[in-house]
């Protein structure tokens, strides 16, 4: 079955319009969902749409309002919203072009895939990639998708453009309220090289199928269990309390120490050599 567009439209870069498609470039992985279930009858919970004087309504007598004052709405039709006119929704206009590296990786949001939309559009579509890879640039412009208009970055993705949906700046908190307490002391050398020893043998290209979501793996063991013991008896199974660390530099000097000691083989050049001990994430 072949995938459906999440946006279909044109590209455009000053008097040249590109017909394009996009595609989700992610999925959801192997989670484990769970329901609210009533204990004592063991079935599950439903949820009805109240109005507080009314009771349960009609999901045909449902519409969105917005709040412009305690308890008064203004009530609009989905067709209203629909029929605002916005360019982009059809139209990804490329306004600006940036070096990757001046964009913070706190404004990534989510990756697409974009691909011409037939053989007419290929030419000029390759031209596009084509020179955002020479010009080793990414291609700025908005979206509008879904009830929003998104923020987007454009760069070369092997044969086609991988799209990336971008945070504005209202929606990205500044770090400094949250580190302001930390010293602004730089740590000894001794200590910096040590732990730049540690980063440097377990140094590696990034493979991500290397990584695996154990917690997903450890509730199915469980489920299971609790399933062959035909039981509502708590399966409780302790996972011991994380080691902790000391917190002067004496301590801090010998576990960096004994850590590159116990790590003396460097990470192969072409795989990891070990997976690591958690699950690591990118924040797309």
Request: some cysteine; overall charge positive.
């Amino acid at each position: 079955m072949a995938a459906r567009a999440y946006w279909q439209g044109q590209i455009r870069l000053a008097l040249v319009s590109i017909p394009v498609e996009i595609f989700t470039a992610t999925q959801s992985g192997a989670k484990i969902s769970f329901n609210q279930i009533h204990e004592p009858s063991g079935k599950r919970i439903a949820y009805e749409k109240v109005v507080p004087g009314v009771g349960p309504v009609d999901r045909d007598d449902i519409i969105k309002g917005y709040e412009i004052s305690k308890g008064e709405y203004v009530l609009l039709e989905d067709e209203e919203i629909e029929a605002v006119k916005l360019e982009s929704k059809k139209t990804l206009e490329l306004v600006q072009f940036v070096d990757a590296d001046e964009i913070d990786p706190l404004y990534y949001e989510k990756p697409y895939y974009v691909a011409p939309k037939d053989e007419l559009a290929e030419e000029a579509f390759v031209v596009l990639r084509e020179a955002l890879r020479k010009s080793k640039k990414v291609a700025l412009g908005q979206l509008a998708v879904r009830g929003t208009e998104k923020l987007v970055a454009i760069k070369p993705c092997g044969k086609g453009l991988l799209l990336e949906t971008l945070r504005y700046a209202d929606e990205v908190r500044k770090g400094q309220s949250f580190f302001g307490a930390i010293d602004d002391a730089k740590p000894k050398k001794e200590l910096l090289d040590l732990a730049t020893a540690l980063i440097d043998q377990r140094s590696a290209p990034f493979d991500a199928s290397e990584f695996e979501d154990r917690y997903v793996d450890a509730l199915r063991r469980l489920i299971d269990k609790k399933a062959k013991s035909r039981s509502n008896k708590a399966i409780i199974e302790d996972a011991g309390e994380p080691a902790t660390g000391g917190g002067n530099v004496i301590d801090l000097m010998a576990a960096l120490k004994k850590s590159v000691g116990s790590d003396k083989k460097p990470a192969a050049k072409s795989k990891p050599a070990a997976k690591p001990a958690g699950r690591t994430k990118k924040s797309a």
